[in-house]
Protein backbone atom coordinates (compact mmCIF):
# COMPACT_ATOMS: atom_id res chain seq x y z
CA UNK A 1 0.00 0.00 0.00
CA UNK A 2 1.48 3.36 -0.70
CA UNK A 3 2.35 6.19 1.51
CA UNK A 4 -0.76 8.37 -0.08
CA UNK A 5 -3.43 5.41 -0.19
CA UNK A 6 -2.53 4.81 3.56
CA UNK A 7 -3.07 8.20 4.50
CA UNK A 8 -6.65 8.22 2.79
CA UNK A 9 -7.67 5.37 4.75
CA UNK A 10 -6.59 6.84 8.17
CA UNK A 11 -8.70 9.62 7.28
CA UNK A 12 -11.75 8.17 6.37
CA UNK A 13 -11.50 5.61 9.43
CA UNK A 14 -11.27 8.95 11.44
CA UNK A 15 -14.22 10.56 9.55
CA UNK A 16 -16.40 7.73 10.13
CA UNK A 17 -15.35 8.01 13.72
CA UNK A 18 -16.49 11.23 14.33
CA UNK A 19 -19.55 10.64 12.36
CA UNK A 20 -20.33 7.37 14.41
CA UNK A 21 -19.99 9.70 18.22
CA UNK A 22 -23.09 10.83 19.69
CA UNK A 23 -23.05 14.74 19.33
CA UNK A 24 -22.91 15.56 22.77
CA UNK A 25 -19.53 13.87 22.57
CA UNK A 26 -18.69 15.18 19.23
CA UNK A 27 -19.23 18.65 21.26
CA UNK A 28 -17.41 18.01 24.08
CA UNK A 29 -14.19 16.69 22.01
CA UNK A 30 -14.13 20.25 20.05
CA UNK A 31 -14.62 22.05 23.59
CA UNK A 32 -11.61 20.00 25.07
CA UNK A 33 -9.46 21.02 21.93
CA UNK A 34 -9.95 24.45 22.01
CA UNK A 35 -9.70 24.67 25.93
CA UNK A 36 -6.06 22.78 24.78
CA UNK A 37 -5.19 25.36 22.10
CA UNK A 38 -5.64 28.53 25.15
CA UNK A 39 -3.66 26.51 27.26
CA UNK A 40 -1.04 26.61 24.99
CA UNK A 41 -0.92 30.21 24.40
CA UNK A 42 -0.80 31.00 28.03
CA UNK A 43 2.64 32.19 29.15
CA UNK A 44 4.79 29.37 30.53
CA UNK A 45 4.81 31.12 34.14
CA UNK A 46 1.52 30.55 34.66
CA UNK A 47 1.81 26.77 34.07
CA UNK A 48 5.35 25.99 35.38
CA UNK A 49 5.14 27.72 38.76
CA UNK A 50 8.78 26.18 39.60
CA UNK A 51 11.80 28.67 38.87
CA UNK A 52 14.40 27.42 36.23
CA UNK A 53 17.58 27.29 37.71
CA UNK A 54 19.95 28.02 34.59
CA UNK A 55 24.09 28.88 35.63
CA UNK A 56 24.83 31.70 33.78
CA UNK A 57 27.68 31.09 31.09
CA UNK A 58 30.21 34.32 30.89
CA UNK A 59 32.12 35.04 27.53
CA UNK A 60 35.83 33.85 28.21
CA UNK A 61 38.59 34.88 25.92
CA UNK A 62 39.66 31.74 24.19
CA UNK A 63 43.44 32.34 24.85
CA UNK A 64 42.76 32.00 28.74
CA UNK A 65 40.98 28.21 28.07
CA UNK A 66 42.76 27.20 25.34
CA UNK A 67 46.89 28.43 26.57
CA UNK A 68 46.49 28.93 30.25
CA UNK A 69 48.21 26.28 32.91
CA UNK A 70 48.46 26.49 36.36
CA UNK A 71 51.06 29.24 38.29
CA UNK A 72 54.15 27.80 39.98
CA UNK A 73 54.04 28.14 43.42
CA UNK A 74 54.97 31.46 45.06
CA UNK A 75 57.63 29.08 47.37
CA UNK A 76 59.55 29.75 43.80
CA UNK A 77 59.88 33.31 44.70
CA UNK A 78 61.39 32.50 48.52
CA UNK A 79 64.56 31.84 46.91
CA UNK A 80 64.29 35.68 45.65
CA UNK A 81 65.21 36.49 49.29
CA UNK A 82 68.65 34.01 49.20
CA UNK A 83 69.07 31.22 52.06
CA UNK A 84 66.11 29.53 54.14
CA UNK A 85 67.00 31.64 57.03
CA UNK A 86 64.74 34.62 55.97
CA UNK A 87 61.60 34.97 58.26
CA UNK A 88 58.56 34.30 56.76
CA UNK A 89 56.47 33.63 59.99
CA UNK A 90 53.75 36.48 59.89
CA UNK A 91 53.89 36.93 56.26
CA UNK A 92 50.34 36.26 54.14
CA UNK A 93 50.70 34.37 51.29
CA UNK A 94 47.06 35.27 48.74
CA UNK A 95 45.94 33.46 45.51
CA UNK A 96 43.71 35.22 43.22
CA UNK A 97 42.10 33.48 40.17
CA UNK A 98 40.92 36.35 37.91
CA UNK A 99 37.21 36.20 36.99
CA UNK A 100 35.58 38.59 34.44
CA UNK A 101 35.43 42.14 35.18
CA UNK A 102 38.77 41.91 37.85
CA UNK A 103 41.18 44.50 37.72
CA UNK A 104 44.39 44.48 39.90
CA UNK A 105 43.44 47.91 41.31
CA UNK A 106 40.24 46.01 42.48
CA UNK A 107 42.21 43.47 44.00
CA UNK A 108 44.73 45.05 45.48
CA UNK A 109 42.06 47.70 47.19
CA UNK A 110 40.53 44.60 48.56
CA UNK A 111 43.65 43.56 50.29
CA UNK A 112 44.59 47.15 51.53
CA UNK A 113 47.65 46.80 49.21
CA UNK A 114 48.79 50.66 48.47
CA UNK A 115 47.99 51.98 44.92
CA UNK A 116 51.51 53.30 44.89
CA UNK A 117 52.77 49.54 44.62
CA UNK A 118 50.36 48.71 41.80
CA UNK A 119 51.99 51.76 40.25
CA UNK A 120 55.71 50.57 40.67
CA UNK A 121 54.59 47.46 39.27
CA UNK A 122 52.95 48.80 36.24
CA UNK A 123 55.75 50.96 35.82
CA UNK A 124 58.57 48.26 36.13
CA UNK A 125 56.72 45.97 34.13
CA UNK A 126 57.19 48.69 30.82
CA UNK A 127 60.57 46.46 30.26
CA UNK A 128 58.03 43.24 29.70
CA UNK A 129 54.35 45.07 29.18
CA UNK A 130 53.09 41.64 30.09
CA UNK A 131 50.69 43.39 33.73
CA UNK A 132 47.96 44.64 31.12
CA UNK A 133 44.57 42.92 30.60
CA UNK A 134 44.30 39.86 33.30
CA UNK A 135 42.22 36.87 31.51
CA UNK A 136 39.72 35.20 33.49
CA UNK A 137 40.81 31.78 34.58
CA UNK A 138 44.74 33.36 35.14
CA UNK A 139 46.07 32.58 38.41
CA UNK A 140 48.19 35.32 40.56
CA UNK A 141 49.99 34.50 43.95
CA UNK A 142 51.58 37.30 45.91
CA UNK A 143 52.85 37.58 49.43
CA UNK A 144 52.52 40.15 51.78
CA UNK A 145 54.06 41.04 55.05
CA UNK A 146 52.19 42.00 58.30
CA UNK A 147 52.25 45.23 57.33
CA UNK A 148 50.56 44.35 54.29
CA UNK A 149 53.80 45.15 52.21
CA UNK A 150 53.97 42.87 48.91
CA UNK A 151 56.81 41.27 48.78
CA UNK A 152 56.36 39.45 45.92
CA UNK A 153 53.90 39.01 43.10
CA UNK A 154 53.82 36.33 40.70
CA UNK A 155 51.95 35.48 37.68
CA UNK A 156 51.59 33.07 34.86
CA UNK A 157 50.43 35.45 31.61
CA UNK A 158 50.73 32.51 29.20
CA UNK A 159 51.41 29.32 28.55
CA UNK A 160 54.96 29.86 28.28
CA UNK A 161 55.45 33.07 30.28
CA UNK A 162 55.42 33.77 34.22
CA UNK A 163 56.05 37.71 35.62
CA UNK A 164 57.09 37.81 39.03
CA UNK A 165 57.71 41.28 40.56
CA UNK A 166 59.74 41.07 44.40
CA UNK A 167 60.39 43.53 46.44
CA UNK A 168 64.43 43.89 46.99
CA UNK A 169 66.20 46.82 48.93
CA UNK A 170 63.05 48.95 48.69
CA UNK A 171 62.43 49.30 45.06
CA UNK A 172 60.34 46.13 42.75
CA UNK A 173 62.08 44.16 40.20
CA UNK A 174 60.37 42.52 37.64
CA UNK A 175 61.40 39.07 36.41
CA UNK A 176 59.75 37.79 33.09
CA UNK A 177 60.63 33.37 32.71
CA UNK A 178 59.87 32.63 29.48
CA UNK A 179 60.02 28.68 28.66
CA UNK A 180 61.53 27.96 25.28
CA UNK A 181 60.06 24.91 25.22
CA UNK A 182 60.49 22.55 22.50
CA UNK A 183 60.37 23.20 18.16
CA UNK A 184 59.55 20.05 16.26
CA UNK A 185 58.40 20.36 12.32
CA UNK A 186 55.46 18.98 11.05
CA UNK A 187 55.47 18.37 7.13
CA UNK A 188 51.49 18.73 5.20
CA UNK A 189 50.96 18.08 1.64
CA UNK A 190 48.41 18.37 -0.54
CA UNK A 191 47.01 18.45 -4.12
CA UNK A 192 45.07 21.25 -4.82
CA UNK A 193 41.71 20.46 -6.51
CA UNK A 194 39.51 23.68 -5.81
CA UNK A 195 40.59 26.13 -3.26
CA UNK A 196 43.73 26.46 -1.87
CA UNK A 197 42.69 27.19 1.50
CA UNK A 198 40.24 24.37 1.66
CA UNK A 199 42.73 22.27 0.68
CA UNK A 200 45.50 23.82 3.44
CA UNK A 201 43.02 23.15 5.56
CA UNK A 202 42.42 19.58 5.01
CA UNK A 203 46.02 18.94 4.84
CA UNK A 204 46.21 20.23 8.57
CA UNK A 205 47.32 23.53 8.05
CA UNK A 206 45.72 26.29 10.38
CA UNK A 207 44.39 29.80 9.25
CA UNK A 208 47.09 31.53 10.44
CA UNK A 209 49.73 29.34 8.79
CA UNK A 210 47.60 29.31 5.73
CA UNK A 211 47.95 33.40 6.03
CA UNK A 212 51.60 32.96 6.32
CA UNK A 213 52.14 31.00 2.93
CA UNK A 214 49.84 33.59 1.15
CA UNK A 215 51.89 36.23 2.35
CA UNK A 216 55.10 34.79 1.87
CA UNK A 217 54.57 34.27 -1.47
CA UNK A 218 52.63 37.28 -2.26
CA UNK A 219 54.97 39.14 -4.82
CA UNK A 220 55.14 36.08 -6.77
CA UNK A 221 52.55 33.69 -6.78
CA UNK A 222 48.61 34.64 -7.18
CA UNK A 223 46.79 31.70 -4.97
CA UNK A 224 43.44 33.07 -6.95
CA UNK A 225 44.61 33.08 -10.56
CA UNK A 226 47.61 30.99 -10.90
CA UNK A 227 46.81 27.91 -8.75
CA UNK A 228 45.33 24.90 -11.23
CA UNK A 229 43.43 21.49 -10.28
CA UNK A 230 46.47 19.33 -10.09
CA UNK A 231 49.05 20.88 -8.35
CA UNK A 232 50.39 20.54 -5.40
CA UNK A 233 52.23 22.11 -2.32
CA UNK A 234 54.28 20.85 0.37
CA UNK A 235 54.81 22.74 3.48
CA UNK A 236 57.46 22.47 6.89
CA UNK A 237 55.75 24.22 9.93
CA UNK A 238 57.90 24.45 12.98
CA UNK A 239 55.65 24.04 16.23
CA UNK A 240 56.50 25.02 19.30
CA UNK A 241 55.79 22.17 22.48
CA UNK A 242 55.74 22.89 26.86
CA UNK A 243 55.78 20.06 28.35
CA UNK A 244 54.66 17.87 25.74
CA UNK A 245 51.69 20.29 24.91
CA UNK A 246 51.40 22.66 21.37
CA UNK A 247 51.63 26.30 22.71
CA UNK A 248 49.70 27.44 19.25
CA UNK A 249 52.81 29.15 18.39
CA UNK A 250 53.90 28.21 15.09
CA UNK A 251 55.86 29.47 11.76
CA UNK A 252 56.19 28.08 8.38
CA UNK A 253 59.79 27.38 7.30
CA UNK A 254 59.16 26.38 3.87
CA UNK A 255 57.02 26.32 1.31
CA UNK A 256 57.00 24.51 -2.00
CA UNK A 257 54.06 24.92 -4.81
CA UNK A 258 54.33 22.66 -8.00
CA UNK A 259 52.58 22.79 -11.15
CA UNK A 260 53.37 21.14 -14.44
CA UNK A 261 55.93 23.36 -15.27
CA UNK A 262 57.32 25.23 -12.34
CA UNK A 263 58.14 25.14 -8.92
CA UNK A 264 57.54 28.01 -6.48
CA UNK A 265 59.23 28.01 -3.32
CA UNK A 266 59.75 30.19 0.15
CA UNK A 267 61.85 29.46 2.89
CA UNK A 268 61.94 31.09 5.97
CA UNK A 269 65.69 32.85 6.72
CA UNK A 270 66.94 33.15 10.21
CA UNK A 271 65.84 37.26 10.11
CA UNK A 272 62.12 36.33 9.86
CA UNK A 273 61.92 37.01 6.21
CA UNK A 274 61.22 34.19 3.06
CA UNK A 275 63.95 33.94 0.32
CA UNK A 276 63.42 31.37 -3.13
CA UNK A 277 65.28 28.76 -3.07
CA UNK A 278 68.12 31.05 -4.92
CA UNK A 279 67.96 33.42 -2.17
CA UNK A 280 65.97 35.96 -3.68
CA UNK A 281 63.92 38.14 -1.23
CA UNK A 282 60.45 37.34 -1.67
CA UNK A 283 59.39 40.63 0.54
CA UNK A 284 60.46 44.08 1.33
CA UNK A 285 63.94 44.95 3.55
CA UNK A 286 63.23 46.43 6.91
CA UNK A 287 62.77 49.73 7.60
CA UNK A 288 65.15 51.70 9.81
CA UNK A 289 62.61 53.75 11.57
CA UNK A 290 58.87 53.57 12.06
CA UNK A 291 58.56 57.36 10.91
CA UNK A 292 58.38 58.83 7.65
CA UNK A 293 60.98 61.66 7.67
CA UNK A 294 63.41 62.44 10.29
CA UNK A 295 62.71 63.55 13.75
CA UNK A 296 65.55 64.61 16.19
CA UNK A 297 65.93 61.66 19.17
CA UNK A 298 64.92 63.48 22.53
CA UNK A 299 66.06 60.53 24.51
CA UNK A 300 68.40 57.55 23.08
CA UNK A 301 68.53 53.74 23.78
CA UNK A 302 70.53 53.15 27.21
CA UNK A 303 70.25 49.99 29.38
CA UNK A 304 72.47 52.16 32.26
CA UNK A 305 69.87 55.28 32.49
CA UNK A 306 69.30 55.95 36.26
CA UNK A 307 65.52 56.62 37.75
CA UNK A 308 66.21 60.31 38.20
CA UNK A 309 64.86 59.95 41.65
CA UNK A 310 65.79 56.35 42.57
CA UNK A 311 69.12 56.96 40.98
CA UNK A 312 68.26 52.90 40.44
CA UNK A 313 68.90 52.02 37.14
CA UNK A 314 66.17 52.09 34.96
CA UNK A 315 67.40 50.72 31.42
CA UNK A 316 65.66 52.95 28.32
CA UNK A 317 64.82 50.24 26.09
CA UNK A 318 64.38 51.84 23.17
CA UNK A 319 64.56 55.29 21.17
CA UNK A 320 62.43 58.43 21.66
CA UNK A 321 61.45 60.01 18.81
CA UNK A 322 60.50 63.97 19.54
CA UNK A 323 57.02 63.97 17.54
CA UNK A 324 53.61 65.27 18.30
CA UNK A 325 50.27 63.53 18.50
CA UNK A 326 48.92 61.93 15.10
CA UNK A 327 52.34 61.14 12.85
CA UNK A 328 51.79 57.92 11.25
CA UNK A 329 54.02 54.91 12.66
CA UNK A 330 54.88 52.51 10.46
CA UNK A 331 56.10 48.48 10.51
CA UNK A 332 59.49 48.56 10.36
CA UNK A 333 59.03 44.94 9.22
CA UNK A 334 56.62 41.80 7.76
CA UNK A 335 55.12 40.05 11.24
CA UNK A 336 52.68 39.47 12.82
CA UNK A 337 50.87 41.83 15.66
CA UNK A 338 51.71 39.83 19.16
CA UNK A 339 49.77 42.61 21.28
CA UNK A 340 47.98 45.83 20.17
CA UNK A 341 46.37 47.35 23.29
CA UNK A 342 46.45 49.66 26.23
CA UNK A 343 49.11 49.11 29.51
CA UNK A 344 49.04 51.49 32.23
CA UNK A 345 52.60 53.09 32.16
CA UNK A 346 53.30 52.13 28.14
CA UNK A 347 49.75 53.44 26.70
CA UNK A 348 48.49 52.04 23.82
CA UNK A 349 51.10 49.93 22.39
CA UNK A 350 51.65 47.19 19.41
CA UNK A 351 53.98 44.66 19.73
CA UNK A 352 54.87 43.16 16.22
CA UNK A 353 56.74 39.88 16.18
CA UNK A 354 58.97 39.30 12.84
CA UNK A 355 59.97 35.77 12.54
CA UNK A 356 61.58 34.35 15.94
CA UNK A 357 64.33 36.23 16.35
CA UNK A 358 63.04 40.12 16.00
CA UNK A 359 60.76 42.14 17.69
CA UNK A 360 59.74 45.83 17.60
CA UNK A 361 57.89 47.47 19.81
CA UNK A 362 55.49 50.97 19.53
CA UNK A 363 54.54 53.00 22.55
CA UNK A 364 52.42 55.89 24.07
CA UNK A 365 50.28 55.65 20.38
CA UNK A 366 47.20 57.57 19.97
CA UNK A 367 45.46 55.49 17.88
CA UNK A 368 45.99 51.91 17.30
CA UNK A 369 45.01 50.54 13.50
CA UNK A 370 45.94 46.60 13.92
CA UNK A 371 44.65 43.83 15.72
CA UNK A 372 46.28 40.97 18.22
CA UNK A 373 47.29 37.87 15.44
CA UNK A 374 47.15 40.13 12.65
CA UNK A 375 49.35 39.47 9.78
CA UNK A 376 51.20 42.53 8.45
CA UNK A 377 54.05 44.04 5.97
CA UNK A 378 56.54 46.15 6.07
CA UNK A 379 55.73 49.77 5.75
CA UNK A 380 52.04 49.06 6.97
CA UNK A 381 50.11 51.54 9.17
CA UNK A 382 49.54 50.25 12.26
CA UNK A 383 49.12 53.36 14.63
CA UNK A 384 49.85 57.32 15.39
CA UNK A 385 52.15 58.92 17.97
CA UNK A 386 50.59 60.02 20.47
CA UNK A 387 50.70 60.97 24.61
CA UNK A 388 48.94 57.71 26.47
CA UNK A 389 50.05 55.95 29.24
CA UNK A 390 53.22 57.66 31.30
CA UNK A 391 54.57 59.69 29.17
CA UNK A 392 56.00 63.03 30.00
CA UNK A 393 54.74 64.82 26.49
CA UNK A 394 54.55 63.51 23.04
CA UNK A 395 56.85 61.06 21.80
CA UNK A 396 57.28 57.82 19.75
CA UNK A 397 58.93 55.10 22.22
CA UNK A 398 59.92 52.24 19.58
CA UNK A 399 62.12 49.25 20.85
CA UNK A 400 63.62 46.77 18.77
CA UNK A 401 64.52 42.85 20.43
CA UNK A 402 66.45 40.43 19.04
CA UNK A 403 65.58 36.85 20.87
CA UNK A 404 63.63 39.42 23.45
CA UNK A 405 66.77 41.42 23.99
CA UNK A 406 66.25 45.15 23.63
CA UNK A 407 69.07 46.58 21.44
CA UNK A 408 69.79 49.88 20.29
CA UNK A 409 67.18 50.07 17.11
CA UNK A 410 69.59 53.36 15.81
CA UNK A 411 72.44 50.97 15.52
CA UNK A 412 71.31 47.14 15.16
CA UNK A 413 72.80 45.55 12.26
CA UNK A 414 69.43 45.27 9.67
CA UNK A 415 69.00 43.48 7.29
CA UNK A 416 67.68 46.31 4.89
CA UNK A 417 68.01 44.89 1.76
CA UNK A 418 65.93 42.84 -0.25
CA UNK A 419 68.82 40.12 -1.13
CA UNK A 420 70.84 37.69 1.62
CA UNK A 421 74.01 39.57 1.84
CA UNK A 422 77.33 37.70 1.03
CA UNK A 423 78.13 36.76 4.11
CA UNK A 424 75.16 35.22 5.02
CA UNK A 425 74.24 33.54 1.93
CA UNK A 426 76.14 29.96 3.43
CA UNK A 427 74.07 29.78 6.70
CA UNK A 428 70.61 30.55 4.31
CA UNK A 429 71.58 27.41 1.75
CA UNK A 430 72.52 25.02 4.73
CA UNK A 431 69.30 26.18 6.34
CA UNK A 432 67.40 25.72 3.38
CA UNK A 433 68.93 22.07 2.40
CA UNK A 434 68.10 21.32 5.59
CA UNK A 435 64.33 21.84 4.75
CA UNK A 436 64.31 20.42 1.56
CA UNK A 437 65.81 17.27 3.27
CA UNK A 438 62.87 17.07 5.31
CA UNK A 439 60.23 17.39 2.78
CA UNK A 440 62.01 14.52 0.87
CA UNK A 441 63.05 16.89 -1.71
CA UNK A 442 67.18 15.80 -1.14
ZN1 LIG B 1 61.16 56.05 25.76
Not at 42 to 56: A, G, H, N, V, Y
Not at 113 to 132: C, F, M, N, P, Y
Request: aromatic share 10%; hydrophobic share 35%; net charge positive.
Amino acid sequence: MSFLNRIKVLLSAFIHFINSLPRKHFFALIILFVCLLIVSFLPSQSIETKPITRQLVLPTQSTAIDNYTKAEPIEVERGQYGDSSFDFSGKREIKWTIKEGDTLSNLFQEEGISAAVLHELQEVDTSHLRLGNLLPGQEIKVLLDSDNLLLALKIKVDFANTLSFVLKDGSYIALLQTEKGEWRNSYYQGTVTGSFYVNAKAAGLSDGQIQQISGALQEKFDFNRQLRVGDTFQVLVAKQYIDGQYTYDSEVLAVLIKNNRQTYSAFLNEDGRYFDADGKGLGKAYRRSPLDGRYRISSSFNPKRLHPITKRVRPHNGTDFAVGVGHKVYSIGDGVVQFAGYHPAAGNYIVIKHGRKYTTRYLHLSKLYVRKGQRIKMGKLIGKSGNTGRSTGPHLHYEFHIYGKPVNPMKVNLPLSAEISQKNKKAFNTRRDNFLKEMNEI
